[in-house]
Each structure stands twice: as structure tokens, then as C-alpha cells.
């Protein structure tokens, strides 16, 4: 395997970084790497230029042909999975090629996942089969334009070799982007071991790159950790306004960074409720839909933990600073939650009224089996036309219990100064029509696993760049699945 000339201006800060934080990898070579899916948009963000990759994307991609100047190396953490400590977990399956700067002078990190086995990867084979990584692709870039922070998707290749799972499945690797792969298992691999130097160490370098504003601060450790649990808080808030499941939150899958991270078994709801899960192992809920702002909680009670020492030479003062943090979690989450979830109703103003009625519309929906995305959605014009009030009604099992609560909605718009069309625009910017259904996403799947088509893939790929949008071409990926469509379960790609 050599070095290529692809066009990566790497410049590696994370590898700067002692030995104990990283190992040093290469890609495991595929026989036949196969180019699928390019993000050209993301491309250009990159500052990468498609006829500079041609011919060899999907050799680069594929991790055959290590960019010049690449890092290539797997990141050591640890993690709590469901709640109980693993001492070393690591990059098991990924490899980051290295860092660049974006065409607006961010750091991004660029990984290949599925890449071939690491020191970390623990008797796995390191690899990824076709459908997670078609899953992430879709799901990530969804969650992109939907507007809530995280990782990207650059491009998918199929490797031309069988992967090993339940049954054989055809092998695939994805370039991941993202601001970085620092997790809170990263502070944990090195509390764990009582390495106070790596944490302090970890922690500036985390404030370099993403908190530079808590360098300067008196308690710079302090306001990291009240930063990270307040991106933490808003990311968890948007997640739920859009009805979406991560899975499986374990620590080493919540980045410092406050993007979303790790779509394994993730999926978006249908008809909406609070104990939802679709994670095949998570058999007791932990990760439901509405455990997931007390799971961020925890994490974030995890954090706290590693940044003991940093925080005050005082055992109990640093308790006390931390405690203080994890105690006020709750509120900051439901500052973000209520905010937005006034928006998705199109009030702008507060009123002391308002939680009750966003908790009220949201057991009637229990109650009543209404799909989520498309209740939202429709009372956008519901908003605007009180005649078009039917389009809301017929999605819940009991329409008149719905009528009582929409009496109480029209009757606090009232106290809104916005005119009814700028109420009902507003909400459709919020409102998705379109979001990657668990049904349509398997479809999509099965259809390049088993066929080798990836006509299903591209055209749900492509309706999902605009999720605001009614667009008539891709009306039916809209609808909610029918009883035979439904997809109760997924599962994580290892």
C-alpha cells in the first residue's frame, strides 16, 4: 500500500498528542473497493474538488491508498455501555485518516469506517456490512438538513468481500466527517486509570479546538463542563422535537463536540410514544425516546466525574462544582425542549400555559396512535386555515379529544402578533414533511444488499436533502408505514 497525492491538507493536531491517546494503523486492503455514494456538497465544504479524487476515489475511500500526510490511526476510549464501565473500548473498526481544515477554517476530522481491524478492535473483524453503512449515510445527512449538529457522511464504497454478521452480507466502508471523534469515553479511558496528566491534557485540547472560549476563563474546567452538558442538552432537545431514537447513548457514543454520533441501531418515530424503541439490544428501554434527556443527564454526571481533579484541589468542592452542573441539566434541557416545541405549535411568546399544552398534545397523540412528523406537519395549515383542521383530526383514533385541545391551541395563537400565514411559514421550517422512515430506509436497503440496487437509496438520499420541502415527486415517502410495513427493530452494525 502506497501513499497517494489525493488532494488532503491534513494537519493532524490529534496525532500531536501522546502515544497512550492513538495507535498508529493502516486501512486493511479490499480486492474489489467499488464507489457508491459521493457527497459532493460536502465535497466542496472540504475544499475538495471531484476531479482531483477521479480516478482514485474509490481506492482512497476504500483505505487501498492512504492520502499523503494522513494520520491514519485508531483513538483509544473507554465507555459505559448500558450502564456498565468497559476499561478499553477504542476504535474497533475505524480508522481516522487525519484532520483538515474546512473552506470556513474549521477542523474536521475524516474517518474511515469499517476499514479493517485495529489494536482496538478486540477479536472483531473491524469491518462493516453494506446496510449500516447505508443506514448512517441516509440517517446522518437527514439529521444534517434537518439542521441538528452532527456528523457527516462523504462517501460509501463496497469493498467487493463478504462480511460475517448473523448471516453473510456484502462489505462496505463510509468516510465519516466530523469536528472530532473525542468522546466522553476518552476522558474516561484516562480517569480510569488515575492519569490526571492525559485528562488535563485531553481537556485543553478539547478547549482548543471546540471551547476556546474556557481557556481564559478562572475555572477553564469548570465552563467546559457547563458547555459540553449545554450543547449536550440542546442536541437531545432537538433530537426529540423531531421525534428521533439514538439507540444506544452510551458514553462512547456522546462526542465532546455536541454532534450527533455513532447511527447504529437509531431510528425515527412513526406514531408517537414516549416509551418507543427500536434497538434490538436494548431490551429494557434504557435508551427509549423519552429516557433520552435523563441518559444525557447521566452521561454528563459521567463527565463530570473525569474532570474531578481539574476542577478544584478540593474533593468536595470539585463534588460540589460538579453536582451543581448535573443538577441543573434537567432545566437547561427543558429551556431547549419547550423552545423549540413552542415553535413547532408557531408561538414566538412565552406564556406560563404553554408546557401544559405541548404535554397535553402529546398524550392525546399517545392516546390517539397519531403518527408524530405528519401531526406536526399538518397542523402547519391547520395554523393558517382553520378549514383544513379535518387533515389534523383524521390522524387521531379520537378526533374530538383532539378538538378540545385545538380550542386551547387557537385560543393561545390568539395571543401571538404574528399574522397566520407568517405563523404557518414559520412552523413549515420547523415541521418536517419528510423524514427518513425506518420502513423506507430498510426498503433502501434491501434493496442494495439483496439486488444491488441503489435506485431506492439515491432517490430517498436525495428527498431527504430538503425535509422542509412538499415536493410532489416524493410525496409518498411521506406516508407513515402500513401494519405490514413497520420495522419494530434494528440492530447495530458489529
Known sequence: MSPSCAPFQFDNSYQRLPGQFHARVLPTPVTAPRLIAMNEGLCAELGLFLQDLEPDAAQIFSGNQVPEGAASMAQAYA?????????????????????VLDAAGSRRDIQLKGAGPTPFSRRGDGRAALGPVLREFLLSEAMHALGIPTTRALAAVLTGEAVHREEIQPGAILTRVASSHIRVGTFEYFAAQNDDPSVALLARHVMERHYPECLDCEQPALRLLERVAQRQAALVARWMQVGFIHGVMNTDNMSVSGETIDYGPCAFMDAYHPETVFSAIDRNG?????????????????????????LDP???????????????????????????????????????EDLALVQKLLHLMQEGGADFTLTFRRLCLAAEH?????????????????????????????LETTSPSERSAS?????????????????AISAASERGDFSVFERLREALQKPYDESAPFEDLQDPPLPQERVLRTFCGT
Open 314 to 352: 478540593s474533593p468536595d468542592r470539585a463534588l460540589e462544582l460538579a453536582n451543581a452542573v448535573i443538577q441543573g441539566f434537567p432545566a437547561i434541557f427543558e429551556k431547549y425542549w419547550l423552545a423549540g416545541m413552542r415553535t413547532k405549535l408557531g408561538l414566538k411568546q412565552e406564556a406560563p
Open 386 to 414: 382553520s378549514q383544513s383542521e379535518g387533515q389534523v383530526r383524521k390522524g387521531f383514533s379520537a378526533p374530538e379529544a383532539y378538538d378540545l385541545w385545538a380550542a386551547e391551541w387557537r385560543e393561545r395563537m390568539a
Open 286 to 310: 434504557r435508551y427509549a425516546f423519552s429516557n433520552q434527556s435523563r441518559v444525557a443527564q447521566w452521561n454528563i454526571a459521567r463527565f463530570a466525574e473525569t474532570l474531578l481533579a481539574l
Open 79 to 99: 465507555g459505559h455501555q448500558f450502564g456498565n464501565f468497559v476499561p478499553q473500548l477504542g476504535d474497533g473498526r475505524a480508522i481516522l485518516l487525519g484532520e
Open 427 to 443: 412552523m413549515r421550517t420547523v415541521n418536517p414533511a419528510l423524514i427518513p422512515r425506518n420502513h423506507r430506509v430498510a426498503q
